[in-house]
């Protein structure tokens, strides 16, 4: 009896020990160990999170498959049910229908009984016109929840989160006024990412968040109207456009979406522009004298040959508009077609710029990332790109070219050989894929 007791030392640890180890196995492996002795039986249902459906890479290649069988939701609330310690951390990720939203319904509200739920994460892989439809209960200890692809209702009831930091919204339907609740009901929020791209309704948002430091909106045709009305803590913010209906910019209804963001976070310190940011705006809707305050770094994507003047102008009020931006950070798509207005924009990206602030103060690093270089034609806009760059940017103390594939032996002289008007200057070329 003494020399079993010796070899298994592990079950006379502590459970603040125990629990943790079985939290970093699979879970029917920590189920499976109510078979090993008397002490371990349901030591698993202590387990303070579950992780339950495919793999959380959400964006990557996924590491299992979609449970199969259709009982499956079942089971997983029939899991729930059985534990007995506080649930921290939930996620349920599955390819779910409309018609398992009660049996996810029943589950939410379980987890709302056990309480103490600190991070709740419920993707729905399913067709738009087929949502799980769910009343969002009121978890007052949830301080991540993150939603895809289901209707979200607010019942007569909601209070609110009170701990939440972090919210995510992708792909969910949900009303304009339960939207609006659902983010000031929020007051403690830090973090907030926004993609509602389905929504049958036109979306109209004003966000006033005092504690708000990253904000990330995907912009869809959905919304009319969205603004940063008081965010003094924001440090930084994403904004992209998403169109499926490129007429959409025509009509400067994202514009306005778009405009209402830049404008509204002038205290942000670091600032991330999608591609289409550019298209969609219009320099006479930009206000001349407006200035990011607070403004140190700026990442944005451009489509250097499709850049026409009205984009030019753009570009150049956002760098003009951050006197003390320090970081740019630029992806440049190249595209085969050269836009007709390429010479007119290799002609005013190569002259000197006047009264730009930040290029003859404070902009010290530039990094420009981009695609394969194959056909030479394509080189002359990025080329030029660069050259304003080292052109203008008098306290410039390190420009990066990097690459996804071998460099353009040419283009590499032709920029070693471009005049620097910063004495400081170096310009280094990167080859990711170089060994």
């Given amino acids: 009896m003494e020399e079993e007791a010796e070899t298994d030392r592990i079950s006379f640890l502590p459970r603040e020990i125990i629990i943790p180890i079985l939290s970093r196995i699979e879970l029917q492996d920590a189920i499976r160990t109510s078979a090993l002795a008397r002490s371990w039986r349901r030591l ?45 951390v939930f996620s349920l990720v599955h390819n779910f229908e409309s018609y398992q939203s009660a049996l996810i319904q029943n589950i939410l509200d379980l987890l709302l009984q056990k309480g103490l739920l600190q991070e709740l994460l419920l993707c729905c892989f399913c067709d738009p016109d087929n949502r799980v439809v769910l009343h ?8 991540t929840l993150e ?40 007051n403690n929020l830090t973090t907030l990412k926004l993609s509602l791209g389905d929504s049958k309704h036109p979306l109209s948002l004003n966000i006033s968040l005092p504690l708000l430091r990253y904000l990330e909106f995907y912009i869809f045709e959905s919304f009319e109207k969205v603004s940063v009305i008081s965010a003094p803590s924001l440090e930084k913010a994403c904004i992209c456009i998403t169109s499926r209906n490129f007429a959409a910019y025509t009509s400067q209804k994202l514009a306005r979406v778009t405009l209402g963001l830049l404008t509204s976070v002038a205290m942000v310190s670091s600032l991330h522009l999608g591609p289409d940011v550019f298209k969609s705006q219009s320099l006479v809707a930009l206000p001349f004298n407006f ?8 990442k944005c994507s451009l489509d250097i040959n499709a850049m026409d003047k ?5 570009f150049i009020w956002l760098i003009r508009s951050a006197p003390f931006l320090e970081e740019l950070d630029l992806w440049v798509t190249i595209t085969r077609q050269t836009n007709r207005d390429a010479l007119l924009i290799k002609e005013l990206l190569l002259k000197e710029q006047d009264g730009i602030s930040c290029l003859n103060q404070t902009l010290t690093s530039i990094t420009i990332d981009t695609n394969i270089f194959n056909d030479p034609i394509n080189l002359v806009p990025f080329i030029t790109l660069v050259k304003f760059f080292l052109l203008n940017a008098k306290v410039l103390k390190l ?30 070329f990167f080859n990711r894929n170089a060994k």
Avoid: Y
């Fill in 136 to 143: 969002l209960p009121s978890f007052q200890s949830v301080k």
């Fill in 310 to 314: 009205r984009m030019h102008d753009v």
């Fill in 44 to 88: 698993w249902t202590l387990l303070p999170s579950l992780r339950l459906g495919v793999s959380q890479d959400l964006f990557g290649d996924d590491n299992s498959d979609f449970p199969v069988p259709s009982t499956w939701i079942e089971r997983v609330h029939r899991l729930v049910s059985f534990l007995r310690g506080p649930l921290l």
């Fill in 147 to 186: 939603l895809w692809g289901c209707h979200i209702i607010l019942p007569s009831g909601f209070h609110g989160f009170n701990c939440l930091n972090s919210l995510i919204l992708h792909g969910v339907e949900i009303s304009n006024d339960d939207l609006h609740f659902l983010i000031h009901a929020s």
């Fill in 399 to 428: 420009l990066k070219i990097l690459h996804l594939n071998p460099f353009e032996p040419s283009m590499i002289v032709e920029l070693q050989e471009a005049k620097m008007t910063s004495s400081h200057a170096k310009l280094v």
């Fill in 291 to 298: 200035t990011f305050i607070g403004l140190r770094c700026i």
